[in-house]
């Protein structure tokens, strides 16, 4: 877009300052707004000693750890805690941590196999903005069903997380492990929503993004209803890059 000329037809200069805030505000742009949050610290898990969001109560404990890049080892699961009375099922865990946890968003559906998990979302930076690209609908508990679109549904909010596949493009696996992963126990291919938990689970639900069943939670951190926004690495080189034209024009001017 075209600067509007001045009032006699020339083109107004910009002065040093201006032109500083507008690089700023451009890279700023170019950086999205995360930069102007801080990243919350984040708690390392191993055992369940570690995991600080803790859903229910009763006797019984399991631990549900959700990653959304399975395939991927540098990114973050977020870890909470299960506890329960009696029986419980692997979807009544994941029923009740969404419910409890408002950054979650679960979406079911149901295929020849009978209920199935879908998608996932987490509001990760904890704002007023949730959503996902096809416009489903949760509920106060953060439970929708619905369906996977022939172009999987992405998030509407870049800071958020939400993945989903089934059948053609993908799927969250499912893992179980009763001996601690996280401090070297081993992970087995899980055997659906209706599979019944004992105390002392870890249940792993990882994106699959080419339907190998070789993909479980890594780098595990406890789950808080804290902002966890995360500023890409892009973000700040692009910052740093506006931060020095700026910088540079400033000195040009005023000399
Ligand atoms: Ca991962
Ligand atoms: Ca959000």
Redesign the pocket.
Known sequence: MNRPPSADGLVISPSPLATWVRLMVVTGALAGSSWFVSPAPAQQVRTVNDVTFVVGDGPNVALLALDWYGDAGDDESYVWAYCWTGIASSEDMLRAVAAADPKLFLKFGTDELGNTLFGIGY????????GISDFTQFDSDGIAVGAVGFVPAG?T?G??LYREGWAVNAYWQQGVSHDEPFNGGRWEVGSGLARQLTTGDWESWAFSPNFLQEFYAQNPVAATLANETVVPEGNVFWLIVGWSIGYRQIRRMMT
């Open positions: 509001n990760r930076d904890a704002d007023d903005s949730f998030p909010d800071d958020d």
